[in-house]
């Protein structure tokens, strides 16, 4: 199955950054990642793919295989499930960081000292990722003009864009011109077409999708019955609770039932009702035969 993460599930990277992995420092000073459940990470890739092209290696447990790519003497192109862990990490933190700016609440900037630092020369990050220059009066002080001292809201979104940016160089973007819809053969005289933006890889993907997330300061939910990550008022209502209309429908199956579990045990109407987040009237419809 060829997966489109970008169209069919525009929050992919939100699952991907929420991917269990570990990070220590041991020796100080050198960090490692590890998988801390391998076996969600070898479901992700089977479903959207490795993250790219892999490197050539002898096939083990603790590596994505890239498929289609079985060489001579056994060797395969894989990806290091390590590979993964830091990957998942960065995403993951730069997605923080990405949260803690767009909430304005009074524990903002408690959160944000945490990774930005001034001190007499400028500003630099210092959060989990490790120190990183942001601004300086040496090598850029017209950045550094444009942030008011002792400020970190300015400063952290300039090493969030900043940082992306690093990652979507890493990844080259195919310009496609295709028909609307391709399933279509070309009618005589059609003009429609799109301009299509396509990664090269997964992780291209991913880095793509969290940009565009951040450019159009998009929000995103979690459906209550599957759980998977979905973009409210995209291909649903605003306040939609559900990614799909058949999840929609599941949920409320699945509440049916389980007041008529309780009914039948003698649970109270009212109890019913407050143990499934109900009221009494819509309670009375679900037990009603």
Request: glycine share 8%; aromatic share 8%.
């Amino acid at each position: 199955m060829i997966a489109h993460p970008l169209y069919e599930q525009t929050a992919l990277f939100l699952k991907f950054a929420r991917l269990p992995v570990t990070t220590t420092e041991k020796p100080p000073g050198f960090i490692t990642h590890t998988a801390s459940d391998e076996k969600a990470i070898i479901s992700f890739a089977n479903a959207f793919g490795p993250l790219g092209r892999g490197i050539l290696t002898m096939r083990g447990k603790t590596q994505v295989e890239v498929p289609g790519t079985m060489q001579g003497l056994g060797l395969i192109k894989a990806e290091p499930l390590s590979r993964w862990a830091a990957e998942v990490f960065r995403m993951r933190v730069l997605l923080e960081l990405w949260n803690t700016l767009r909430d304005d609440g009074p524990g903002r900037d408690e959160a944000l000292a945490k990774a930005i630092r001034w001190n007499a020369d400028g500003v630099q990050y210092v959060g989990p990722l490790g120190p990183q220059l942001i601004a300086d009066r040496r090598m850029n002080p017209e950045t550094l003009a444009a942030f008011k001292p002792g400020h970190l809201i300015a400063p952290a979104w300039r090493f969030l864009h900043t940082a992306i940016n690093t990652e979507l160089k890493k990844h080259a973007l195919r310009a496609v011109l295709a028909g609307q819809d391709e399933a279509r053969p070309y009618l005589a005289g059609q003009d429609e077409a799109r301009l299509y933006l396509v990664p090269e890889s997964l992780l291209g993907a991913l880095w793509y999708q969290f940009a565009a997330a951040v450019a159009h300061n998009k929000h995103f939910r979690q459906c209550e019955q599957c759980g998977r990550w979905f973009e409210p008022g995209r291909d649903t209502r605003g306040d939609a609770k559900f990614c799909k209309p058949p999840c929609r429908m599941k949920f409320y199956r699945n509440k049916k039932q389980q007041a008529r579990d309780l009914r039948a045990k003698g649970t109270p109407l009212k109890e019913i009702a407050k143990q499934l987040n109900s009221d009494i009237q819509t309670v009375k419809g679900w037990v009603k035969k």
